[in-house]
């Protein structure tokens, strides 16, 4: 299958600092890619769609200049925690699908981010 | 937007036995149903999936099942094995538009 690989795997920062975490799909190109965060025990929720060469798509509730998102490539996509705070803290996941060739989704294998 | 409710959210079964999970869906355009088996700190893996026009779906000890009308599936893993014990998710999706709404996820324990 596809492979999407995610950077880094874990971090671990200080609060009022950003941090920066890649979604790279290696061996397809992804014009869109969604970014998941994941609280401990609980589901993926959505937090945007991220399309190539234009703004992100946020949710609902989901602070747009806190979690900056560029996708300036068809491989890769960038997710910025600006100003993190403790409750930031959480697993990033992205996924991306090779629209060319099938539906399925393939995920990075997150970033587990801890803000002291 | 779409709502996925998963139950039940912990399953413990006896090793050897059937497991099901079920889930239902609120928005009649999602068209695509995955499931996704994640171990603890990892990422999820799909594990199998279905499209509205089949009903059902098989792959070795693995099924989904698919009611469009009532919307909603399920997941049945038959001769469970310990390697089994993981937290599966169900998702749902418009065919075309990989945005996945997850379901709270299922703790299986298999016990041996």
């Known amino acids: 299958g596809a492979v999407v690989s995610q950077h880094p795997s874990w971090v671990i920062c200080k609060s009022g600092t950003s941090v920066k975490i890649e979604c790279r799909s290696l061996d397809f190109q992804a014009t869109t890619m969604f970014w998941y965060r994941q609280f401990p025990k609980q589901s993926l929720m959505l937090m945007a769609t991220s399309n190539e060469g234009s703004k992100a798509t946020y949710e609902q509730g989901v602070e747009k200049d806190k979690f900056l998102i560029n996708h300036a490539s068809l491989t890769l996509s960038t997710l910025t925690v600006t100003s993190a705070h403790p409750e930031d803290s959480s697993f990033y996941i992205c996924s991306a699908s090779d629209r060319g060739r099938r539906v399925e989704a393939f995920f990075g294998q997150g970033t587990r981010l801890t803000v002291v | 937007g779409e709502n996925v409710e998963q139950h039940p959210s912990t399953l413990s079964v006896q090793e050897g036995d059937s497991a099901v999970i079920k889930c239902t869906y609120s928005?009649?355009?999602?068209?695509?149903f995955p499931w996704y088996k994640q171990e603890l700190g990892k990422r999820p893996q799909l594990i199998i999936d279905?499209?509205?026009?089949?009903g059902e779906k098989k792959d070795q000890r693995i099924a989904v099942t698919l009611n469009k009308t009532a919307k909603h599936f399920s997941l049945h893993i038959t001769e469970t094995q310990p390697e089994d014990s993981a937290v599966y998710f169900c998702?749902?999706?418009?065919?075309?538009?990989?945005?996945?709404?997850f379901g709270t996820g299922t703790r299986l324990t298999i016990i041996p």
């Open positions: 998702a749902a999706s418009p065919f075309g538009n990989e945005k996945l709404t």
């Open positions: 928005d009649s355009a999602s068209n695509y």
């Open positions: 279905i499209r509205s026009n089949v």
